[in-house]
């Protein structure tokens, strides 16, 4: 019998190897610190065994992709990048990925997109058009990173984005005002990435494109946000159409985030 779904192309089986996962986990927790890590402060937030733990360390030291310093302190290794540049090369979309895309066209009747960081800026990877389609511009292109003040993909994938990186784009990012409504200063940024942390959707109200709202919402892999959903809508018809529009956007991240 066939182990492999012919409708997918993906194994049957669900089965995960151990000590494959373990070795993940420690590679993003290490991946994700500033200063690196230790084989026991892993080993405590993990609840493995110290020599466990060092073992998996160790082999994934081995293959270059973490580093070790004199004093045992594990941060991520050379070979990594080739990981790293990959993801940023790729604009292929998963297909629960473009299922949830569609949904969300289905249920609102309006343009929905996929967007990542990509290449240091934030990308569209997917667009779908729905029966009340309303077209922003410059939306089929890789966003300019000047925008990513005026656009709610922009502002959501930032606000979510490592202390490192956001601080790096911030202090690149030309506030150009493109509407009257518009973010130009950058305290009134950070407030409005303050915000979108806390409410967990970003908005864009004719701040890049008058006559234009949109709505994102993040999508999440092991708590981190890799992706948004963006749907935008005419504003005359927004009010009427916003609780649905996040309604939607909750069950089309729901739909992408289920593995």
């Known amino acids: 019998m066939s182990t492999i779904d012919t409708a997918t192309g993906e194994p049957r089986s669900q089965t995960r190897i151990q000590s494959v996962s373990r070795a993940v986990d420690l590679l993003l927790a290490v991946a994700e610190s500033p200063t690196g890590e230790t084989a026991k402060s892993l080993a405590d937030r993990f609840g493995l065994s110290l020599p466990t733990t060092y073992h998996l360390l160790t082999t994934l030291w081995a293959e270059g992709l973490i580093s070790k310093d004199s004093q045992r302190i594990f941060q991520i290794g050379p070979r990594a990048e080739i990981i790293a540049q990959a993801v940023q090369r790729a604009d292929n979309v998963p297909p629960t990925y473009k299922a949830a895309l569609h949904q969300l066209v289905s249920e609102t009747s309006e343009t929905a997109y996929l967007?990542?960081?990509?290449?240091?800026?934030?990308?569209?990877?997917?667009?779908?058009?729905?029966?009340?389609?309303?077209?922003?511009?410059?939306?089929?292109?890789?966003?300019?990173?000047?925008?990513?003040?005026?656009?709610?993909?922009?502002?959501?994938?930032?606000?979510?984005?490592?202390?490192?990186?956001?601080?790096?784009?911030?202090?690149?990012?030309?506030?150009?005002?493109?509407?009257?409504?518009?973010?130009?200063?950058?305290?009134?940024?950070?407030?409005?990435?303050?915000?979108?942390?806390?409410?967990?959707?970003?908005?864009?109200?004719?701040?890049?494109?008058?006559?234009?709202?949109?709505?994102?919402?993040?999508?999440?892999?092991?708590?981190?946000?890799?992706?948004?959903?963006?749907?935008?809508?005419?504003?005359?018809?927004?009010?009427?159409?916003?609780?649905?529009?996040?309604?939607?956007?909750?069950?089309?991240?729901?739909?992408?985030?289920?593995?």
């Open 115 to 259: 967007g990542a960081w990509r290449g240091g800026t934030v990308k569209v990877l997917e667009t779908a058009e729905g029966a009340h389609a309303v077209r922003v511009v410059g939306l089929s292109d890789a966003y300019a990173a000047d925008d990513l003040h005026a656009r709610a993909s922009g502002k959501l994938l930032l606000a979510f984005s490592p202390a490192e990186m956001q601080a790096d784009v911030l202090s690149r990012l030309r506030l150009r005002r493109l509407t009257p409504h518009t973010i130009t200063r950058r305290a009134d940024l950070v407030a409005e990435l303050e915000r979108i942390r806390d409410a967990g959707v970003a908005y864009d109200r004719e701040e890049f494109q008058l006559g234009v709202s949109c709505i994102s919402a993040p999508i999440r892999r092991n708590g981190d946000v890799v992706a948004c959903f963006t749907v935008s809508s005419p504003m005359q018809r927004f009010p009427q159409v916003e609780s649905e529009i996040l309604n939607a956007l909750d069950r089309a991240v729901a739909t992408a985030e289920e593995r």
